[in-house]
Nanobody, 113 residues
Framework: QVQLVESGGGLVQPGGSLRLSCAAS????????MDWYRQAPGKQRELVAR???????TYADSVKGRFTISRDNAKNAVYLQMNSLKPEDTAVYYC???????WGQGTQVTVSS
């Protein structure tokens, strides 16, 4: 059984930072690519960042230079380091495995003063 469990969300002021974690079980993050998506109220879910099995990374234009996706093969986890956060980054953030179509439950990120 595959489980993806996100953590690390919260309330942060504009310009602040957060680090999201996605702990995986039942699937090896080192073998399959992993994504971070987000969904803001009233908007469609959008791809934020991707890391391939080979370690290549891609980002949405809106987060390039501010967000970094990474993984720890030993911990079987994927991370999203978010810096210089803006109010428009407010959303529920989801961990996703594109190979099997698995989703985590999401973690809320709110950027507000």
């Amino acid at each position: 059984q595959v489980q993806l469990v996100e953590s690390g969300g919260g309330l942060v002021q504009p310009g602040g930072s957060l680090r999201l974690s996605c702990a995986a079980s039942g699937i090896r993050v080192s073998i399959y690519g992993m994504d971070w998506y987000r969904q803001a109220p009233g908007k469609q879910r959008e791809l934020v960042a991707r890391i391939t099995s080979g370690g290549s990374t891609t980002y949405a234009d809106s987060v390039k230079g501010r967000f970094t996706i990474s993984r720890d093969n030993a911990k079987n986890a994927v991370y999203l380091q978010m810096n210089s956060l803006k109010p428009e980054d407010t959303a529920v953030y989801y961990c996703h495995n594109p190979w099997g179509g698995y989703w985590g439950q999401g973690t809320q990120v709110t950027v507000s003063s």
